[in-house]
């Protein structure tokens, strides 16, 4: 097994640190911003929050040269960057609270990474690493980095599996999550009228398979489909064809997470890490799980 990136480890432990903390503002941080982000959606405090703890959290990883957040128009270089010229530096792009119009029904959100050693927009072949914190009942981080998926519990406290002084306990409670060969759960997002028809009749066949588990937010949804097995997707829509989800720091790190256990992702033809961007903020029709369901997708969709 690969020797792990101490870079690509930093840049986890600076998330698992900082996931107790972003918990722990969440119930304060429920309302608007007043702002909206680069991809035209209303901003809460708490989305506020996470971007600004991550941003000083991340831009202090040495080996870290830029960064990108949903919730900035443009990547900002960091100090983190290796060589004289930044060369050698990764390009960590986030969704720092993924779902967040959860907040307001109290439901499950989350917190996406991926660690590109390429200048982004940048396409999901560039990943080194992906990753994601799951604020559900109990705090959990997945993370992918090129050598096996494992899951993380992470809690307030010291301890566990995580360096003493970093206040949090760190406990790998699987250290080679792969995808149940069974699938049972699906979760769609998007309205049923404004799916394309090729879609809507693959959804049809689905529904009749499988038990519906779609929470309003990626990363809680995505979960399911790691969990038990399934399909999630957010598709294009008749008035979105590259439908909600953006490449940089949704579709690409789930894909890789993944594809990295076992699944298969889809844009609807190929493979989500072989998309190529124009812009940091590009949308993606997004389709992930088990290979068998993802390949009938293509087919339905090619069809
Ligand atoms: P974000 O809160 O980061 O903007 O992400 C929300 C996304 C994603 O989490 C979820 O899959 C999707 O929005 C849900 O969209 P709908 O509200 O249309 O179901
Ligand atoms: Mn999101
Ligand atoms: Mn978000």
Same mark, same amino acid.
């Given at each position: 097994?690969?020797?792990p990136?101490?870079?690509?480890?930093?840049v986890f432990?600076?998330v698992?640190a900082?996931?107790p903390?972003?918990r722990?503002?969440?119930?304060?941080? /429920?309302?608007?911003?007043?702002?909206?982000?680069?991809?035209g959606?209303?901003?809460?405090a708490?989305?506020?929050y996470?971007d600004?703890?991550?941003a000083?959290?991340?831009?202090?990883?040495?080996?870290?040269?830029?960064f990108?957040?949903e919730?900035?128009?443009?990547a900002?270089?960091?100090?983190?960057?290796?060589?004289?010229?930044?060369?050698?530096?990764?390009?960590?792009?986030?969704?720092?609270?993924d779902?967040?119009?959860?907040l /307001?029904?109290?439901?499950a959100?989350?917190t996406?990474?991926?660690?590109?050693?390429?200048p982004?927009?940048?396409?999901?072949?560039?990943?080194?690493?992906?990753g994601y914190?799951?604020?559900?009942? #109990?705090?959990?981080?997945?993370?992918?980095?090129g050598?096996?998926?494992r899951?993380?519990?992470?809690?307030?406290?010291?301890?566990?599996?995580?360096?003493?002084d970093?206040?949090?306990a760190?406990?790998?409670?699987?250290?080679?999550?792969?995808?149940?060969?069974?699938?049972?759960v699906?979760?769609?997002g998007?309205?049923?009228?404004?799916?394309?028809?090729?879609?809507?009749e693959?959804a049809?066949?689905?529904?009749?398979e499988?038990?519906?588990?779609?929470?309003?937010?990626?990363?809680g949804?995505?979960?399911?489909?790691?969990?038990?097995?399934?399909?999630?997707?957010?598709?294009?829509l008749?008035?979105a064809?590259?439908? *909600?989800? /953006?490449?940089?720091?949704e579709?690409?790190p #789930?894909?890789?997470?993944?594809?990295?256990m076992?699944?298969?992702?889809?844009?609807?033809? *190929?493979? #989500?890490?072989?998309?190529e961007?124009?812009? #940091?903020?590009d /949308?993606?029709?997004?389709?992930?799980?088990n290979?068998?369901?993802v390949?009938?997708?293509?087919?339905?969709?090619?069809?």
């Amino acid at each position: 097994m690969a020797e792990p990136d101490p870079v690509v480890e930093a840049v986890f432990d600076a998330v698992a640190a900082t996931a107790p903390t972003i918990r722990d503002a969440l119930p304060g941080r /429920r309302v608007e911003s007043g702002t909206e982000n680069p991809s035209g959606e209303t901003v809460l405090a708490g989305d506020v929050y996470a971007d600004e703890l991550l941003a000083e959290a991340l831009g202090a990883v040495e080996g870290v040269g830029s960064f990108v957040s949903e919730e900035r128009p443009e990547a900002i270089e960091v100090g983190g960057a290796v060589g004289e010229g930044g060369e050698g530096a990764y390009a960590v792009a986030i969704d720092p609270l993924d779902g967040s119009s959860n907040l /307001r029904s109290n439901n499950a959100m989350g917190t996406v990474v991926g660690i590109y050693d390429a200048p982004l927009p940048a396409t999901g072949r560039d990943l080194v690493a992906a990753g994601y914190v799951l604020y559900g009942p #109990i705090t959990t981080m997945v993370v992918a980095d090129g050598s096996g998926v494992r899951e993380e519990v992470i809690e307030r406290g010291n301890g566990g599996d995580g360096d003493a002084d970093s206040g949090v306990a760190r406990s790998v409670v699987d250290d080679d999550l792969t995808l149940p060969d069974e699938p049972t759960v699906y979760g769609f997002g998007g309205r049923v009228p404004d799916w394309p028809d090729a879609f809507r009749e693959y959804a049809r066949e689905i529904e009749d398979e499988f038990k519906l588990r779609y929470g309003g937010a990626m990363v809680g949804d995505v979960n399911q489909v790691v969990t038990y097995g399934g399909v999630f997707a957010y598709p294009a829509l008749s008035d979105a064809p590259d439908g *909600k989800l /953006r490449l940089s720091f949704e579709a690409n790190p #789930i894909a890789y997470i993944v594809e990295s256990m076992g699944g298969a992702s889809s844009d609807g033809s *190929k493979s #989500i890490l072989d998309v190529e961007p124009d812009g #940091i903020h590009d /949308r993606v029709p997004l389709h992930v799980g088990n290979e068998e369901l993802v390949d009938r997708l293509e087919s339905a969709l090619d069809g």
